[in-house]
Each structure stands twice: as structure tokens, then as C-alpha cells.
Nanobody, 119 residues
Framework: QVQLVESGGGLVQAGGSLRLSCAAS????MGWFRKAPGKEREFVAA????????SYADSVKGRFTVSRDNAKNTVYLQMNSLKPEDTAVYYC????????????????WGQGTQVTVSS
């Protein structure tokens, strides 16, 4: 059983930055998803086990960066130029499949961390 623990959420003004962290062990593709009130959980970004391959949702390209430090068993989501529409609960997730944006391909999920962007 893989345990995932997110941290780093909070309240920030529009245009600001936050860095989310996810403590995770094991050889998995790691993804970040988010769920805003009244919306479906959506893909944000993913990184391969080696860190050499990444994927992003169009809505965050150029603003968010996903990375990992396997020596520290930690995955990061650096979020810059935040917008009010980025407000959501952010989840990290682990997949045993190759790099994927498919929510159903992720087997393990963290409890989520709230990100609120004020205008």
C-alpha cells in the first residue's frame, strides 16, 4: 500500500506562487489532480519515475512545473502566476502505468490540500 501525503497548500493572492509537495515512495508515475467545487476532478500535471518526462493540462502550461526528488521520495508542483480559477483541492496520485493523464489509471491518492487564490 502506497501512502501519499500532500502539503504546501494555502491562501495566496492572484499572481502569487505556491509549491505543493507530496511524500511518496516507490517506482510510480506521479500525477497531480485538482477538484474545484461543483466540478469534476481534473488532471493538472504528471511526471515519470525518472523525472525526464512530464505532461501538463493546457490550463497550467507555462505556469506550473512538476518535478521529483527520488532521493527524498518527494514530488513537487511549483505553481506560479496563480489565478482565482486555480482554486481547488489538489491531490497527488501514483500510477503503475506509463505517463498518463487518465485519472482512472492512478491507483493511490493522497488526502488533498486546499489551494485558494484570491482576486
Amino acid at each position: 500500500q502506497v501512502q501519499l501525503v500532500e502539503s504546501g497548500g494555502g491562501l495566496v493572492q492572484a499572481g502569487g506562487s505556491l509549491r505543493l509537495s507530496c511524500a511518496a515512495s516507490g517506482r510510480y508515475v506521479m500525477g497531480w489532480f485538482r477538484k474545484a467545487p461543483g466540478k469534476e476532478r481534473e488532471f493538472v500535471a504528471a511526471v515519470s519515475w525518472s523525472g525526464s518526462s512530464t505532461s501538463y493540462a493546457d490550463s497550467v502550461k507555462g505556469r506550473f512545473t512538476v518535478s521529483r526528488d527520488n532521493a527524498k521520495n518527494t514530488v513537487y508542483l511549483q505553481m506560479n502566476s496563480l489565478k482565482p480559477e486555480d482554486t481547488a483541492v489538489y491531490y497527488c496520485a501514483a500510477s503503475r502505468l506509463p505517463l498518463t493523464t487518465n485519472r482512472g489509471a492512478y491507483d493511490y491518492w493522497g488526502q488533498g490540500t486546499q489551494v485558494t487564490v484570491s482576486s
